[in-house]
């Protein structure tokens, strides 16, 4: 069964008017955020302000386009060409790294982890040698953790809080619950006294 034209057309047409709605969404949740002075120049809406308005514009091209006529063509898929295998392990390695990535990004930092990240992700995709790989992984974590820190002061995790934790554990855990005595002082007593 073959697709007709005005099919496609309709799917394409979905698909572009799917997009020009998200990128509204994106638009007027943008404008709900709440400013503060806290942020220097370039605050937190400049990035969404970004991103909804170049897809406002591109997918309102892409309907423009589709409404003309012209029709996109798949690149590459022929009728009965058999499809090859699976590739299994750059999909693992590429679910190893993303699980690493968010599970320990608390701990041991952007850095650390963008690093991990970006060169599970470069070796699945057939990236040689290891250590080169290894090398550009941390030069691009690094530039992107001081890009975002200081040229941005958007704070990724560094995991030097992670350190301080292991040199200065909390010893006192005990929960303190405060009273206020006659006199209107407030009074704290550990509730770990008095059995």
């Keep these: 069964m073959t697709n007709s034209p005005k099919t496609i057309a309709k799917g394409e047409l979905v698909f572009t008017s799917f997009l020009f709605v998200v990128s509204i969404v994106v638009l007027v949740d943008t404008a709900g955020i709440q400013q503060t002075e806290a942020v220097g120049f370039v605050g937190p809406e400049v990035f969404a302000y970004m991103v909804g308005g170049l897809l406002f514009v591109l997918s309102g091209l892409q309907i423009l386009a589709v409404l003309r006529g012209e029709r996109g063509t798949p690149e590459g898929v022929e009728g009965g060409v058999a ?3 699976a590739k299994w392990r750059s999909f693992g390695l590429l679910v190893i790294g993303l699980l690493a990535y968010t599970s320990l990004l ?9 690093a991990v990240l970006f060169f599970m992700v470069a070796w699945a ?10 090398l550009i992984a941390l030069v691009v974590s690094a530039l992107i953790f001081v890009g975002f ?12 809080d992670t350190i301080s934790r292991i040199q200065n554990p909390v010893v006192d855990d005990a929960p303190v619950q405060e009273q206020i005595d006659e006199d209107g ?11």
């Design 83 to 85: 499809v090859g295998e």
């Design 106 to 114: 608390e701990t041991l930092g952007f850095p650390i982890m963008g």
């Design 149 to 160: 820190n200081e040229g941005l002061q958007l704070q990724l995790p560094s995991g030097l």
């Design 125 to 134: 995709l057939g990236a040689r040698p290891r250590v080169r790989l290894g």
């Design 185 to 195: 002082v407030v009074v704290e007593e550990d509730q770990t006294e008095g059995w």
